[in-house]
């Protein structure tokens, strides 16, 4: 009976030991995941205010931004997550206490960033290759391209701005980059509501915009925010201990700019193919027509919005396992890091349950068109697991990348998202089939559920990676 009892005794107290492990980590996140959720909120309500109000200017128009902003998408978040290898970098000097080093991590990530730059415009200036794929009207590729090149003008401020985002996550500071965020929303909301419609002011007439004048009200937010953001690295006492008070831009360093090259290149393929995957989507959907296409549209937002949640939480992991490791206190590394993983999936399951029983009314805070409801009604039958396995691929990703590994996750990102995926979807909605599919399989829903089965592949592979990791941390311990 002693026996029995001291079983169940220590049994409850290794139960409350995990759960009290569990609180602390979500305690060291929660700090830092609020404010990174809040300000991407903010960012995405950018597309998310264009969409709507694009949806109620005209159909045309809606078309033309679910591909641009598809094909500007795809060339942004490559660059920015060569860019973002900032944060891990900085992430572990500034948890080694090397304040200068990382602080000069930040001038270089900038003449990355400037680099960078002139690869994106090459793309958006000439976009004939996007256009061709995606087979759309000679009216709707008209605005296309000038709804790329306005973007074009954006581009370079965004990329700085997204190496000033990654140093203040990585020196916890992310309430900094959250505040110009909700600035930026508060200008782009009027800046795109009179530019598409247009407005009229004494001699000065500006003619309606449509979907180009979304992007022209980007960049317009995208240089406010940079100027800003210099202004407070030069101003703000908390930067001080990086050197950034009184000096310009340092000079290349070579070895600083070969370490961000080294880790920022397979990080940058990787997101790009995590959102290629899903922005080429709306390319090849755009094939099926108009109407499926601001189907697509309305549901990619719709889900991009929920991602936030878990990106934040897999910012603040990343960070704080960052941090773990330059400090080398590895065992706080991995509970950080498992722990995220595991915290994120529950909430996404959650979340998802939720939005996917209210899909009909949520679909109707969007538009009233009852043709492009139900294109969209049939795609979000995939959304409760699209949804999970995005915030389980994401959270490990991003530890992965504290502990700066990110080629291995970019094979399997290729294999998960662009094979299963994005092959498996285009088969699915365009290839020969000896029988007939199910409704549920063909066309834009085709396309959905493969990406769901590429994303939960790729969710596995990467957790079995992290998992490989920390099990080599003990045994090297």
């Not at 990382?102 to 090459?122: F, K, N, P």
């Not at 099926?288 to 697509?296: D, E, I, R």
């Not at 285009?426 to 769901?452: D, I, K, N």
Request: glycine residues 10%.
């Amino acid at each position: 009976m002693t026996d029995t009892a001291d079983a169940d005794h220590a049994a409850n107290a290794g139960a409350r030991a995990v759960l009290g492990g569990r609180l602390q980590s979500l305690r060291q996140i929660l700090p830092l995941a609020w404010p990174v959720f809040i300000g991407q909120l903010a960012v995405l309500a950018y597309s998310t205010i264009d969409t709507l109000l694009v949806a109620r200017h005209s159909a045309i128009d809606l078309a033309a931004l679910a591909v641009g902003s598809a094909v500007y998408t795809s060339v942004f978040v490559g660059l920015m997550g060569v860019v973002l290898a900032i944060s891990p970098v900085a992430g572990q000097l500034f948890g080694a206490r090397r304040m200068t080093e990382a602080g000069d991590s930040l001038h270089q990530a900038a003449w990355l960033a400037l680099a960078l730059t002139v690869v994106g415009e090459l793309i958006l200036w000439f976009p004939q290759p996007f256009l061709a794929i995606s087979q759309v009207s000679p009216e709707i590729a008209v605005k296309v391209r000038d709804y790329l090149r306005m973007l074009g003008i954006a581009l370079p401020a965004a990329l700085l701005f997204t190496a000033y985002r990654g140093f203040n996550t990585a020196v916890s500071r992310p309430k900094a980059v959250m505040a110009l965020q909700i600035g930026g929303l508060l200008l782009k909301f009027p800046a795109s509501a009179l530019l598409i419609a247009g407005f009229s002011v004494g001699p000065l007439q500006v003619p309606p915009l449509g979907a180009v004048g979304c992007a022209i009200a980007t960049a317009i937010v995208m240089w406010s925010q940079l100027l800003i953001a210099l202004v407070v690295l030069k101003r703000d006492p908390f930067y001080a201990p990086f050197g950034f008070a009184g000096t310009g831009l340092h000079r290349p360093r070579r070895a600083t700019l070969v370490r961000l090259v080294k880790l920022g290149v397979p990080m940058g393929a990787s997101v790009l193919i995590e959102v290629t995957g899903f922005t080429f989507m709306a390319i090849f959907i755009a094939r099926l027509g108009t109407t499926p296409v601001a189907g697509h549209q309305l549901c990619a937002n719709l889900v991009a919005m929920m991602f936030m949640l878990p990106l934040a939480q897999a910012n603040a992991c990343s960070t704080l396992v960052a941090q773990a490791l330059g400090a080398r206190d590895y065992a706080a590394a991995r509970r950080l890091g498992w722990h995220g993983l595991e915290i994120a999936l529950a909430i996404a399951f959650v979340l998802g349950g939720v939005i996917f029983a209210l899909r009909e009314q949520v679909l109707g805070l969007y538009t009233s068109d009852a043709a492009i409801v139900a294109a969209a009604l049939p795609l979000l039958g995939w959304l409760w697991l699209f949804h999970v396995s995005d915030a389980g691929q994401t959270v490990a990703a991003f530890v992965l990348r504290a502990h700066h590994i990110a080629t291995a996750p970019m094979l399997i990102y290729a294999f998960a998202i662009w094979g299963l995926g994005l092959g498996g979807g285009y088969w699915l909605a365009f290839g020969e089939h000896e029988v007939e599919l199910p409704a549920v399989m063909q066309g834009a829903r085709g396309f959905w559920s493969a990406a769901s089965v590429g994303l939960a592949a790729a969710a596995l592979g990467l957790s079995v990676l992290l998992a490989l990791v920390h099990r080599r941390e003990v045994r090297e311990a």
